[in-house]
């Protein structure tokens, strides 16, 4: 879908034309649910995604590392808090210039210094630790400077998939990207956990930036990805709010994240884990019942991930959001209500896996129906929307569970993510008519 084709940004955007393609008649089983693997066929997406397979735990060794020798050095889990902020700030300013950045430059250039910058850093991070310097002032720099490159290289990553996959498979291709990155999340802390004691702490970051020369040598194979003819020479402040004016004037743009501000901001209660797991769910072990409830939603993840077939050739895309979304909501709500942890446990896991394919289906959107010259900065923006939306809610959660209760928190929080959602799809029809 193209936007720049409407003016007013009403209820009666173009709608793009559906691709005739469909699946092989042989298609039998299996293919019909299991992972959908048609844009691994694109030599250069392939290669995108076998460098992000590999990162995707390294870069976890890294997000494991850095707070476990902060609190080593300080014996403060406060100071953890402050460097996490330390690392916000600079994700999401240059996240929002990343994306005017990746809309005026060539991409493969971009991701090229990004990586580079983003590698030297986590080998930065392997020498102070290996010298014992001991500095958390040294660490919060690095941690800013990390994410400075991750907010500048996200954007263009994310928009070059559209360059390299057909249309009526970024679905797809944004599952396996999310697949392999939700994996990450499992498996790279219990590798990491493992591996302290065998190897150390500073090995870790060495590993991070051995596996980041992979994604290097993966994005000097591509093809020069320049943005669209129309795209802006320039990377300033005009172009950021340029970036915002298209997102107002399309509302299918701005309902895709909206959706996503929703389900994050009033139903995600990562803050209340910890005491969930202490109190709660004392009974089953508290160590035990922390690290599930934390575990479960990437593993829901990764299971939509396997099973994507059953979704990621599905057209009406807003629909799809606009159905996760409200899954997400009343999966969260059984989560407050469960008092019992595997049930507890099990709706974490449905809700994961509607989040993966909330995001599979809200990133399509803004791929397809966003112009090539506009995808940069609408991807910076989904980063920040994707990193801010959890840092507010835990505020939100953490001050409603200390007024009312965990449970009326938690809850409460999914029903209104339900009530919210169905509200904006009865009010602004946009997005539920989209499809591709």
Request: include cysteine.
């Amino acid at each position: 879908m193209d936007p720049s084709n409407s003016s007013t940004g009403n209820d009666a955007d173009p709608q793009p034309t559906a691709p005739t393609d469909e699946p092989p008649t042989g298609t039998r089983g299996r293919r019909r649910w299991a992972m959908d693997t048609r844009p691994l066929r694109h030599p250069a997406y392939r290669r995108l995604w076998s460098s992000t397979a590999v990162t995707a735990v390294g870069s976890q060794f890294t997000a494991v590392a850095v707070p476990k020798q902060i609190y080593d050095i300080t014996g403060s889990s406060a100071w953890v808090g402050y460097a996490s902020l330390a690392g916000l700030l600079p994700l999401v300013v240059f996240a929002l210039w990343g994306g005017a950045v990746a809309d005026s430059m060539d991409r493969r250039k971009l991701l090229l210094i990004t990586n580079t910058g983003i590698a030297v850093t986590s080998l930065l991070f392997w020498v102070q630790a290996f010298v014992g310097l001991d500095s958390v002032a040294t660490l919060m720099v690095l941690l800013a400077f990390q994410q400075a490159f991750f907010g500048l290289n996200s954007p263009a990553r994310s928009a070059v998939v559209a360059q390299l996959v057909p249309e009526e498979e970024l679905a797809a291709a944004n599952a396996l990207g999310m697949t392999v990155l939700y994996t990450g999340l499992v498996a790279g802390p219990l590798l990491a956990g493992t591996l302290i004691p065998v190897i150390g702490l500073a090995e870790l970051y060495l590993i991070d930036a051995l596996a980041l020369c992979v994604t290097l040598w993966s994005v000097v194979r591509l093809p020069p990805l320049p943005p669209g003819p129309a795209a802006s020479r320039k990377a300033g402040a005009r172009e950021i709010a340029a970036g915002f004016r298209y997102i107002a004037l399309h509302k299918v743009l701005l309902l895709s994240f909206l959706a996503d501000i929703v389900a994050m901001v009033f139903g995600m209660p990562r803050a209340l884990f910890p005491q969930l797991a202490a109190q709660t769910y004392a009974p089953y072990g508290e160590g035990l019942a922390y690290g599930l409830l934390f575990a479960a939603i990437p593993v829901g993840a990764v299971l939509g991930g396997l099973f994507s077939g059953t979704f990621s050739r599905a057209r009406r895309h807003g629909w799809m959001v606009i159905g996760a979304v409200v899954a997400w909501g009343l999966a969260i709500t059984g989560f407050g209500l469960s008092t019992s942890l595997w049930v507890a446990v099990a709706f974490l896991v449905v809700a994961g896996l509607a989040d993966m394919v909330s995001g599979v289906f809200r990133m399509a959107i803004l791929m397809s129906a966003a112009t090539d010259e506009m995808r940069g900065r609408m991807q910076g923006v989904f980063t920040v929307v994707v990193v801010g939306g959890p840092r507010l809610a835990d505020l939100l959660h953490g001050t409603t569970a200390s007024a009312l209760g965990t449970r009326t928190a938690v809850a409460g929080g999914g029903l209104l993510v339900v009530a919210v959602t169905l509200a904006l799809t009865v009010a602004m029809p946009a997005l539920r008519r989209y499809r591709v």
